[in-house]
């Protein structure tokens, strides 16, 4: 009988699907900006101590993109995202943010809504014992920049949603150089990241560099463009100092209002990239003179290839701006499998713990040490009573002929690798950082794991490659779910 209920009910499901993909829909836009950055001085995070700010390089936006896809009067799904420039989303800021907007949007359903961070490392502390401190002083308290965050957020969310208009949609790829692979193998066989190339025994790149770029963008019934969602796999985390920064998506947005209209909305994604980043491990002076050359920051030179980029991608996509996109978009709850610590790992962080007990004071690094070894022992301990299991809610969308798929973590790229791949859709676009994990846990590859160093050590690894192949199946699982029409017949190992 349940085996009956099963097949009925998987048989109304595609059924359901198949009409909502196949009908003649309506797409709605709405779009909005809010500046989060606080005028005072704040706590900066994204590095092992806290720094107060001390002025503002570039302002720190959250940008908002709302679609709704409808057939006639009949609302077939929903979205709301909202790409901050925020290092990663905290544990507790997206519920806190859905809580405190869902009054404003009483007919969208407050689930279809997530935050994505484009991790700069120059943004504001969240949490207000993030870095072991009671207070920070005379700075802007990360419990006052939370309500101030979540009051402008709300407000282009507000906004984003209530002024949505039927409009329409192109999308395409591109390529930018901006991240490269940042972990340095050498001849003993270990990694490090951003280790020294400059050395006798550095051997290798360990990993695939990415430089793809995503572009999806929206119109209004006039097809003049509203709305661009770039994604692309690099940690925007070129500026450091003590100065607030939203990095080199500051000089992205610069470029194209200046090109193509100030009233653009857009966001910034960030695919998986949890080994790379925008830091050169080699060719530094060649890169450092060409800048020289075109008198621009790295940041700038970012900017301009991005935005080069769009410029190449969207002459071509606006042969084929679509009004009539089928959208869907799920949510799914799933467990991954813990990564279990290793007893040995467990006595090295017990000694470590210790060490630093024993200090009449912590300072600067080592309470981030503390609370990332401190962790391990937690694990092991916890993992005595019952095998570990970590939540995750995972967001996977249909609009047309492009598949968007979320997670929590900074991601190594061959585990996006493995998603496109495998993806029915046309164009798969991949954000991670989007909804909370603690401090943004890195997935590393076996590899990795085997090489060591910092990302692919337990620290800092909370799921390891098993949980990370349930992530890539779970997730390719979502997509085609959306892609019953496919009928893809399983592929030859």
């Not at 799920?330 to 610590?341: E, M, N, R, S, W």
Request: contains cysteine; charged residues 25%; neutral net charge.
């Amino acid at each position: 009988m349940q085996k009956i209920i099963f097949i009925v009910t998987l048989f109304l499901t595609t059924c359901s699907l198949l009409t909502s993909q196949s009908s003649a829909t309506e797409i709605l836009i709405g779009a909005a900006s809010a500046d989060i950055t606080p005028d005072e001085p704040v706590p900066l995070t994204g590095y092992r101590s806290v720094r107060i700010s001390t002025g503002i390089l570039s302002r720190c936006k959250a940008n908002v993109l709302a679609i709704e896809s409808r057939d006639g009067e009949h609302v077939i799904d929903q979205a709301i995202l909202v790409a901050c420039d925020l290092c990663v989303i905290r544990p507790g800021i997206q519920d806190g943010f859905r809580k405190y907007v869902a009054k404003r949007l009483p007919d969208f359903d407050i689930t279809k809504l997530f935050l994505t961070a484009t991790h700069t490392h120059a943004a504001p502390v969240l949490l207000q014992d993030r870095y072991n401190e009671k207070d920070y002083g005379d700075a802007m308290q990360p419990k006052e920049y939370v309500p101030f965050m979540f009051e402008r957020m709300a407000e282009a969310v507000e906004k984003a949603w209530n002024e949505r208009k039927l409009g329409a949609m192109a999308w395409g790829l591109g390529n930018a150089v901006v991240a490269s692979n940042r972990r340095a193998v050498f001849s003993n066989g270990k990694a490090k990241m951003y280790g020294n190339t400059n050395s006798s025994t550095f051997r290798r790149i360990e990993g695939f560099q990415d430089h793809a770029v995503d572009f999806l963008c929206f119109y209004d019934d006039q097809k003049k463009l509203k709305s661009i969602a770039i994604t692309l796999a690099c940690p925007s985390q070129s500026v450091q100092g003590s100065k607030l920064s939203a990095d080199f998506w500051h000089d992205v947005r610069q470029l194209i209002h200046e090109r193509h209209g100030k009233d653009i909305t857009i966001l910034g994604f960030c695919a998986p990239a949890g080994d790379q980043s925008p830091h050169l491990l080699y060719r530094k002076k060649s890169e450092a003179r060409m800048d020289r050359l075109r008198k621009l920051t790295r940041t700038q030179e970012f900017g301009r290839r991005i935005a080069n980029s769009f410029d190449d991608v969207r002459e071509v996509i606006e042969q084929d701006i679509r009004s009539d996109i089928p959208m869907t978009h799920l949510v799914d709850l799933i467990d991954l499998p813990g990564l279990k610590v290793k007893k040995s790992e467990y006595e090295i962080a017990r000694k470590i713990c210790d060490a630093l007990d024993a200090k009449d004071k912590m300072v600067g690094p080592d309470w981030w040490t503390r609370h990332f070894y401190g962790y391990v022992l937690d694990r092991y301990e916890a993992q005595q009573k019952a095998d570990p299991l970590y939540p995750l809610e995972l967001h996977t969308i249909r609009l047309g002929d492009v598949a968007i798929a979320t997670n929590p973590f900074e991601l190594y790229v061959d585990y996006g690798v493995q998603i496109q791949a495998r993806s029915p859709a046309e164009q798969t676009i991949l954000i991670q950082l989007a909804a909370p994990l603690d401090f943004g846990y890195y997935v590393p590859t076996p590899r990795a794991i085997e090489a060591g160093g910092y990302s692919a050590e337990v620290t800092h690894n909370l799921i390891g490659p098993k949980g990370a192949q349930i992530l890539v199946d779970e997730t390719l699982r979502s997509i085609n779910k959306l892609w019953p029409e496919s009928e893809k017949k399983p592929a030859k190992p």
